[in-house]
């Protein structure tokens, strides 16, 4: 497709549930990252992948939060156990290697109950 | 006029009016800086970008003015329309690195008809 695809766009989660959100990049966008975004603020860094590498993990809160891009396209975001402080938006961006160009999609609103 | 609302930063224009949106940074290493605008329900969408080999660029409507002696940068919007209403973050990327974007706090701009 011609922008950043995630599913599901809602999530609904009763607390100590495992969730998987899945992100679908720009087709030809090597750089992949993953953001965290609560209500009223501004998208938190989470973790960045370089084709299948993971480069930087640095803002993953906590061991439950996991990213993986097997194949270097498709990346899974999973969070397990999850507690009511993980309710927020997840975002996925591309980046364009020509341009620095990053495009976001429109996220998945995790809520855990 | 401007306000601190419950959790964003609020600038109220009527529709026609010029809008400046400013943003402080917070890395004297950042050289690169992008604003996004984001729409509620949408991931954020890029609007303009800059250098820090410049202290102002153009675009479509919206100029984007960077000062670097005080980490300031903004974003002038010209002729305000109600569908410029939405959320905006400038973010900055750290020369050397990754380029992973940090964003700041957010300004919600409302667009008076």
């Known amino acids: 497709g011609a922008g950043v695809s995630q599913s599901p766009r809602y999530k609904v989660a009763k607390r100590g549930q495992d969730v998987a959100l899945r992100c679908d990049p720009i087709s030809g966008h090597v750089s992949l990252f993953w953001y965290q975004q609560a209500l009223g603020q501004g998208p938190e860094f989470l973790t960045y992948f370089q084709n299948e590498a993971q480069l930087d993990k640095s803002g993953l809160p906590s061991d439950r939060f996991f990213a993986e891009r097997p194949e270097g396209s498709v990346s899974t975001l999973k969070i397990q156990r999850t507690q009511q402080e993980d309710s927020a938006v997840y975002l996925c961006?591309?980046?364009?290697?020509?341009?620095?160009?990053?495009?976001f999609g429109s996220g998945t609103r995790l809520t855990v109950v | 006029g401007e306000s601190v609302g419950l959790h964003l930063p609020t600038l109220s224009v009527q529709e026609g009016d010029n809008s400046i949106i400013n943003c402080a940074y917070s890395?004297?290493?950042?050289?690169?800086f992008i604003w996004y605008k984001q729409e509620s329900g949408k991931g954020p969408q890029f609007i303009i970008d800059?250098?820090?080999?410049?202290d102002k660029r153009q675009g479509q409507r919206v100029t984007v003015l960077l000062n670097k002696t005080v980490k300031h940068l903004s974003l002038q919007i010209a002729a305000t329309q109600p569908g410029d209403s939405a959320v905006y973050f400038c973010a900055e990327n750290i020369s050397g690195g990754s380029y992973i974007p940090t964003f700041g706090r957010g300004t919600s701009l409302i667009v008076h008809p």
């Open positions: 961006a591309s980046r364009d290697p020509a341009n620095y160009g990053y495009t």
């Open positions: 890395n004297s290493a950042s050289d690169y």
């Open positions: 800059i250098r820090s080999n410049m």
